[in-house]
Nanobody
Framework: VQLQASGGGLVQTGDSLRLSCTVS????????LGWFRRAPGKEREFVSA????????VYRDSIEGRFTISIDKSKNTALLRMNRVNPADTAVYYC????????????????????WGQGTQVTVSS
């Protein structure tokens, strides 16, 4: 199983961006796909996750209302729509797969995830 994250780039404050995470290989349901990010000089932190069974999404408080996660189960792809980005969103964004389908605050925990993608850089200029 491999995860491919894409969609990062250089944008301006207030712009929108869509990140994509596609899982290749055999995947059993339910599972969860999560996004984490690591800003320069900071620890990696949870951003959002979605469960394939019921589509329930979890967000960190600081991005809720600006970011939206969705899942296309037919393609084993999770999308993270990022609206009204600001410089604090600058980071390398990683997607991760939880084979057991986490929910709630369990999704915030990195050790819940079994496979990780390589990351995609998002840079927001002021």
């Amino acid at each position: 199983v491999q995860l491919q994250a894409s969609g990062g780039g250089l944008v301006q404050t207030g712009d929108s961006l869509r990140l994509s995470c596609t899982v290749s290989g055999r995947v059993s349901t339910p599972y969860a796909l999560g996004w984490f990010r690591r800003a320069p000089g900071k620890e990696r932190e949870f951003v959002s996750a979605i469960n394939s069974r019921d589509g329930r999404a979890v967000y960190r408080d600081s991005i809720e209302g600006r970011f939206t996660i969705s899942i296309d189960k037919s393609k084993n792809t999770a999308l993270l729509r990022m609206n009204r980005v600001n410089p604090a969103d600058t980071a390398v964004y990683y997607c991760a797969l939880d084979w057991h389908g986490c929910s709630g605050y369990d999704c915030w925990v990195e050790s819940e995830y079994d496979n990780w993608g390589q990351g995609t850089q998002v840079t927001v200029s002021s």
